[in-house]
Structure formats: structure tokens, C-alpha cells
């Protein structure tokens, strides 16, 4: 079933809860939200979903099972039926301010600098084991390294990991030849195709 409306991939995941379930929220969209629990849900199952100071009936649309840093985890997304004014409000404000901290971060991000808040370190992330590629090119070559991070380097390009390695040779060489207007596309593209992962 095609998603009706659009999602925001969550900087900082917040907690929250369906029906009786802790889960931790990890994209919210005004028709609806991912989150991850511990347990399966069952497809079409209806209960209170809460986020903060939202509370509103949500849908369970699909459930999956992915492999986490230990064990295994259920990722679900739900949609909201019967929203109402005050919890479209509350959930726009969400949206905007989670989109102003997002465009903040990326400006930082291009222009080599730290973006002045964050997500601490010790807020909830998501249990899913997702790793990228990072490589970055430095004076002796290029330096391949696996990481959790997402987020583009200033000399160099993130990559899914997995990506054939006739295909990191391609990119590689690219990047060599390539101006900075270039290599600054080539960041947009990656970040692109990372996203949809993420949002996988």
C-alpha cells in the first residue's frame, strides 16, 4: 500500500506509546508514523498511539522483522484515523520544527562546521544495525571506513554499505576529477540515496 502522506526521519528518536507498548518513534508525518518495539504487531490492530503530547487512534499498516546490534527488532508504521485540530497542530509544530533543525544541521554539515545543537549522544536511537561506508580522500588516497554515521564528510562521500566495489572505484575517480560544484552533487546524491534507505 502506497504511504499517503510524507514522514520525517526523526534526528533524534523520541519515546512513546501503542496502545500498552513502549516504542521508540523514529519518523512522524501527518498521516502517520514508524516507530520500533520489541514485540510483532499485527496488521490492522487499532490503539491509542502516544508521542510527547500527542495522543491519537493509530492503524498498524505493516510490520517487519530486522536484525538489530543484538538480536532482533519489529519496525511498524501505523496511520492516524480520526485527527483532530488540536493533534494536527501539534503534530505540524512537530514537523516544522524537526524540518528547521534538519535544514540547520545539512547547512552545517556542507559547510564543514559543527551544527550548534545536536542530538545528544544519549537519546534513544534506533536498535536497527545500519552501517555506511565513509570515504573520504586524504593526501597519501582514499580512506574507506565502515561506520554508523550517516552524514557526508567535507572530503569525501557516505555511501551505503555494500555498494560493489567496481561501483566505490567509479565514485573514487569521479570525485578526482570532479570540481568542488561537482563533488558537492555527488554528497546531495548520496545523501538522497541514504535517506531512502533510512526510510526503507
Request: net charge neutral.
Amino acid at each position: 500500500m502506497p504511504r499517503q502522506s510524507p514522514r520525517v526521519i526523526l534526528r533524534a528518536p523520541r519515546r512513546g506509546r501503542f496502545g500498552d507498548d513502549q516504542v521508540l518513534v523514529l519518523e512522524m508525518g501527518l498521516g502517520g508514523a514508524k516507530f520500533e518495539h520489541s514485540g510483532r504487531f499485527d496488521v490492522g490492530r487499532v490503539a491509542p498511539f502516544v508521542c510527547g503530547p500527542l495522543t491519537t487512534d493509530a492503524t498498524v499498516r505493516h510490520s517487519v522483522l530486522l536484525p538489530a546490534k543484538t538480536g532482533v527488532v519489529y519496525q511498524s508504521g501505523v496511520s492516524f484515523t480520526n485527527l483532530g485540530a488540536r493533534e494536527h497542530e501539534l503534530l505540524l509544530d512537530l514537523l516544522v520544527h524537526e524540518a528547521r533543525e534538519q535544514v540547520i544541521e545539512w547547512e552545517s554539515n556542507l559547510e564543514g562546521i559543527a551544527p550548534p545543537a545536536s542530538p545528544s549522544r544519549r537519546a534513544p536511537q534506533s536498535a536497527v544495525a545500519r552501517r555506511f561506508l565513509c570515504l573520504r580522500r586524504m593526501a597519501r588516497g582514499w580512506e574507506r571506513k565502515i561506520t554508523s554515521d550517516p552524514n557526508q564528510p567535507t572530503d569525501g562521500v557516505t555511501i551505503i554499505e555494500g555498494t560493489p566495489d567496481e561501483e566505490i572505484a567509479v565514485l573514487e575517480r569521479t570525485y578526482d576529477g570532479a570540481d568542488d560544484a561537482m563533488r558537492e552533487f555527488m554528497r546531495r546524491v548520496a545523501t538522497v540515496a541514504i535517506l531512502e534507505q533510512l526510510r526503507g
